[in-house]
């Protein structure tokens, strides 16, 4: 019997097309992998194989009557519990929104249906989703499955180990500060945050969000392949009218000159050796390809930083600290209190300020993007931290925080970025960050092809 879930989506979509594969075997296997594997990570944490079985025979019946089935036919796939999901409870990792049942899809989940893929469960986020690790109250602690005693990252941790583990081929994560992004690095997967108005999303569940949400959030997937990633990115980025951001640009851009930029200290950042070795043997791979690749310093991260940050944790202050005190989950308490070290309260002049500043910031990015249309960064300053590491202190959180300034910096210009893993040879997963201009993930998706490595999947235990 074919292990389907040890395919990429693509080959899956490919396939049951074909009619090699029926939907409904590999929903099977995929919901059986997800029993063999998920006990001991903790990875998803919402089950719904009733559901996934009906949409893999839905996706049979249409090929049966000589329909497309949609580019992710029969593809198992992952979402987030911070998105909502007719039927399913929107508990962003929280006991307070544990009878929060979505009534409707949001955008990116009804476009992977409409795209054909069939959702297997719901992965776990930290609670309200504000941690680089991944634990809460409500569902718990998710293990890396390439290394336990590393974080899985946040806050779609649950999203990157459960794609490592092949549990399904595709996951749907989201990313304001790098939580698709350092996932996608601590599992050793990759992982794409799409410029702001690529991916429709929305949560009818919950009130609109702030301003500097709107700016700032996406929905992106993880994957195994940078095929699948892309495969990924068509289905879910599909129009959707409830969202006012969504920007109708093409998803392969004009002709682009192969220049980058290799960047290893942004802004003084405390690069280590290991991190440093991974982003020039990214840079040379680029060259033997026959890219032009200058090591050159990149525009400020650091104060648009420092903007992100306020201009999110103003919001958070004013609407959240009621939900924090009720739901009082531990590492949530601690997390806020520590970025509310780091940032004081702003006035409303401050908050203008910041909203008047990230202009100019896009602006130098958008120039130097011209020049460069790939930037070559950190995806942190340090490999994969321990798991649970910067709970210990303060001081460890300001370790993890600065080391994370390339996750950061990059939202408030709301730029796209790519995770792309390069190394699974030694005790940790190894990878580089890409960045582009506004809507070329197209450019990031071609350069990432490039770098990545293959990757094997992770065997809990």
């Known amino acids: 019997m074919t292990e ?29 992998r997800l029993e063999a594997a998920n006990p001991a990570i903790n990875a998803v944490v919402q089950f719904m194989p009733e559901e996934a079985l009906a949409a893999a025979r839905a996706v049979d019946a249409a090929i049966g009557r ?37 009534q409707v ?47 899985p990252g946040g806050s779609s941790g649950g999203a990157g180990a459960a794609v490592a583990a092949g549990i399904g081929a595709i996951a749907h994560g989201t990313d304001i500060g790098g939580s698709v992004r350092y996932p996608a690095y601590a599992c050793g997967v990759h992982g794409l945050r799409p410029t702001i108005g690529r991916v429709p999303a929305w949560n009818p569940s919950s009130a609109e969000r702030a ?5 700032m959030a996406v929905s992106g997937p993880l994957a195994r392949s940078i095929a699948d990633i892309r495969l990924a990115l068509r289905a879910m980025a599909a129009p959707d009218a409830r969202d006012p951001w969504w920007v109708p640009a093409p998803l392969e851009g004009p002709a682009f000159p192969r220049r980058a930029a290799l960047c290893i200290r942004p802004e003084g950042l405390a690069t280590t050796p290991a991190v440093e070795e991974a982003l020039r ?10 890219w032009t690749v200058a090591e050159t310093p990149i525009p400020k991260l650091r104060e648009p930083g420092k903007l992100q940050a306020m201009l999110w944790l103003a919001e958070s202050r004013r609407g959240l600290k009621k939900a924090l ?19 004081p309260e702003p006035e409303m002049n401050a908050f203008q300020d910041a909203l008047q500043a990230r ?57 796209p970025g790519l995770t792309v893993t390069t190394d699974l040879s030694g005790p940790v997963p190894m990878g580089v960050q890409l960045v582009a201009g506004r809507y070329r993930e197209d450019i990031l998706l071609e350069a990432g092809a490039l770098l990545e490595t293959a990757i094997s999947i992770a065997e809990p235990g």
């Open 211 to 215: 301003i500097g949400a709107q700016l």
């Open 66 to 102: 000589g329909e497309d089935p949609g580019p992710l036919a029969g593809v198992p796939v992952t979402t987030k519990v911070n998105v909502d999901q007719k039927g399913f409870a929107t508990t962003n990792g929280l006991r307070i929104q544990k009878d929060l049942v979505a």
């Open 281 to 290: 043997a990214a840079g040379r791979k680029l060259q033997d390809a026959g």
């Open 4 to 32: 389907s879930w040890r395919l990429t989506a693509s080959e899956i979509a490919e396939r049951i097309r074909k009619r090699d594969l029926s939907a409904e075997e590999v929903a099977r296997d995929a919901l059986a």
């Open 105 to 151: 899809d949001n955008p990116v989940v009804s476009n992977l249906r409409k795209a054909g893929a069939v959702i297997i469960g719901r992965t776990n986020t930290p609670a309200f989703s504000l941690h680089w690790v991944t634990r809460n109250s409500l569902h718990g602690h998710t293990r890396n499955p390439r290394n336990p005693a590393l974080t």
């Open 325 to 343: 005190a009720e739901e009082n989950d531990p590492d949530a308490n601690f997390i806020f209190a520590q970025m509310e070290r780091l940032c």
């Open 359 to 415: 202009a100019g910031y896009l602006r130098e990015w958008s120039l130097f993007l011209e020049r460069y249309p790939v930037a070559i960064m950190p995806v942190a300053s340090e490999p994969p931290f321990p798991d649970l590491f910067d709970l210990q202190s303060p001081e460890a959180f300001d370790q993890v925080i600065e080391s994370l300034l390339p996750q950061v910096g990059l939202p408030l210009m709301s730029l």
